[in-house]
């Protein structure tokens, strides 16, 4: 079972429905019913009125200090962070064996299989691919994560003909809308903007959402907020990220925000963010984060 960090099991945490009835009860003011009556219908309101607050600004107070650990964060156990990094430790090694850009495409049974096939991959044992599959899906709200998820089949698989790479990026778009905003934006702005993330599997949001879930020594709601759990990533159907030339791992923070690429996306009318500032779904400000795709895959 996965662990609050006060020691308390994760399935005690605020429900989804209700933590997004708090904040928007906060943040929009609606949300909470006015008491009809005096006494207790009155005294119920002022505890949710209270609960809502104390909710908000944790979540607030999380947000701003996204990459530290909270008390009320979810962690793996040790056995399952044991897991967790010998799973890794494979994933790595495939993305060796296939290459950087290929591993962008390639599914879980693709890495399943190529693991059992290569001596120095090392297989996935029964016991990894449980812990895997019970990642995937489970529910990420219990940790910390409320966006939904476009890609709710852990063995989905990305057709190689429908996206296209994109030279000097070592990254793939999907063929149609998505190729076609990139290539206004980058006709509309030139070479300072460069294409930064494209399409990912699930395998390979697996990868990034387990280092960086291992770096913080198993927290999975700090990994979730800077990092959509795999399911979660509309990179799988769409979205895109995009950075300022020459600005290197910079892109991938609110420094992204003060630049002239940026500030020409947004000029422009192309900028429509799936992480806006101030969101309510968990995840910190991703202002690099291109919104091109709504529509889930079943």
Do not use: C
């Not at 908000?56 to 399952?80: A, C, E, N, W």
């Not at 430790?89 to 879980?108: A, C, P, T």
């Not at 895109?240 to 690429?261: H, I, K, P, W, Y």
């Amino acid at each position: 079972m996965m662990m609050r960090n006060d020691g308390q099991p994760a399935a005690s945490m605020i429900n989804r429905r209700k933590f997004l009835r708090y904040l928007y009860a906060g943040v929009l003011g609606v949300g909470l019913p006015l008491p009809l009556f005096a006494g207790e219908s009155t005294y119920r309101y002022k505890q949710a009125l209270r609960e809502s607050e104390t909710s908000i600004r944790d979540y607030i107070y999380k947000m701003r200090h996204f990459d530290d650990p909270h008390p009320s964060d979810v962690s793996l156990t040790p056995d399952q962070f044991d897991l967790l990094k010998s799973s890794l430790e494979r994933m790595l090694r495939v993305q060796r064996l296939v290459g950087y850009g290929n591993f962008h495409l390639i599914s879980f049974d693709d890495a399943i299989r190529m693991a059992r096939g290569y001596a120095r991959v090392g297989d996935f044992s029964k016991a990894k691919i449980d812990f895997l599959e019970q990642l995937f899906y489970s529910d990420a709200s219990h940790y910390g994560f409320l966006g939904e998820k476009p890609v709710n089949r852990l063995t989905e698989n990305i057709q190689r003909k429908e996206v296209i790479k994109i030279p000097g990026s070592g990254n793939y778009l999907y063929k149609g809308h998505s190729r076609g905003v990139y290539d206004t934006i980058r006709k509309s702005i030139g070479r300072d903007v460069i294409l930064t993330s494209g399409v990912r599997s699930v395998m390979k949001q697996f990868l990034l959402f387990l280092r960086k879930a291992y770096r913080s020594r198993g927290n999975l709601s700090l990994a979730s907020r800077s990092l959509a759990p795999p399911g979660y990533s509309y990179h799988a159907i769409g979205d895109f990220d995009v950075g300022q030339a020459g600005l290197g791992a910079l892109n991938f923070t609110s420094r992204f925000a003060e630049t002239d690429v940026f500030h020409r996306l947004q000029d422009l009318g192309y900028i429509r963010l799936r992480y806006a500032r101030n969101n309510l779904l968990g995840v910190r400000f991703e202002p690099w984060h291109i919104r091109v795709r709504s529509e889930f895959r079943v």
